[in-house]
């Protein structure tokens, strides 16, 4: 395992899962559970196996709940940190927030609390650091996608070869965004702190520099949107 690769990680917890309501009303959506375990707790048990140790959490609903679930990361072999945020800061002012926290030398790892993907392959990301620290242009963001799911059958951008676009390119598959990547801190460079942004507006710029790679993934993949899909994966076999 190449050391230099073990970056921190973010894991985005501060939604307040209005689809998930009522099972949202007393608990944070990403403490929702699937076999008996919290979808951060899949998450974190991953992290781990893939030798991350410095973890930073979001969280805005009832987030006392989740620093109470999962305390300081030992429990998991991890040293864990929180960035509470009084209000949702979406998904790139929340990683603008917990910057100082995550204090990466130039990538680091998100992953959205309310994903399940139990064979996550972390470690397959980590071996991409090297390669994009390497590349003249260097990319902004490395992001996993994935096939569309039912829910969301017209994907997000395209995907030729390494190369994601906002724009079709000649033989590109368009997919969805896994909610899974690897990110350069100066994405997030010219983000006001403390003010609500969101991810997509600031991949799409990056995209048109063409700074923006990403790879396919097709092991198991869920959103976890609704009552009824966590009700169906809590009954699947997987």
Request: hydrophobic residues 45%; negative net charge; aromatic residues 6%.
């Given at each position: 395992m190449n050391k230099s690769n073990l970056i921190p990680c973010f894991l985005l917890a501060a939604g307040r899962g209005e689809r998930m309501r009522p099972l949202t009303d007393d608990l944070p959506k990403p403490l929702l559970t699937i076999k008996n375990k919290s979808l951060l707790a899949w998450h974190l048990e991953t992290l781990n196996k893939a030798g991350i140790k410095q973890v930073v959490i979001n969280h805005a609903w009832l987030?006392?709940?989740?620093?109470?679930?999962?305390?300081n990361?030992?429990?998991f072999g991890l040293h864990i940190t929180y960035s509470p945020e009084a209000s949702p800061l979406e998904t790139?002012?929340?990683?603008?927030k917990?910057?100082?926290?995550?204090n990466p030398s130039d990538y680091?790892?998100?992953?959205?609390?309310?994903?399940f993907s139990p064979n996550l392959p972390i470690q397959q990301l980590l071996d991409q650091v090297s390669s994009l620290r390497s590349m003249p242009n260097t990319p902004l963001a490395h992001l996993l996608m994935v096939p569309n799911p039912v829910q969301h059958?017209?994907?997000?951008?395209?995907?030729q070869d390494s190369r994601v676009s906002n724009?079709?390119?000649?033989g590109a598959e368009k997919l969805t965004f896994s909610g899974i990547g690897l990110y350069h801190r100066d994405l997030f460079k010219d983000l006001e702190l403390g003010t609500p942004a969101?991810?997509?507006?600031?991949?799409?710029?990056?995209?048109?520099?063409n700074r923006v790679s990403g790879e396919k993934y097709t092991g198991p993949w869920h959103d976890v949107g609704t009552p009824q899909r966590l009700q169906e994966l809590n009954a699947a076999n997987e």
């Open positions: 987030g006392q709940k989740i620093e109470l679930a999962l305390g990361g030992s429990q790139a002012g929340g990683i603008r917990a910057l100082p926290l995550l680091f790892l998100a992953i959205n609390g309310d994903v059958p017209e994907g997000d951008f395209y995907l724009e079709p390119l000649d969101k991810l997509a507006p600031l991949l799409r710029e990056a995209m048109a520099e």
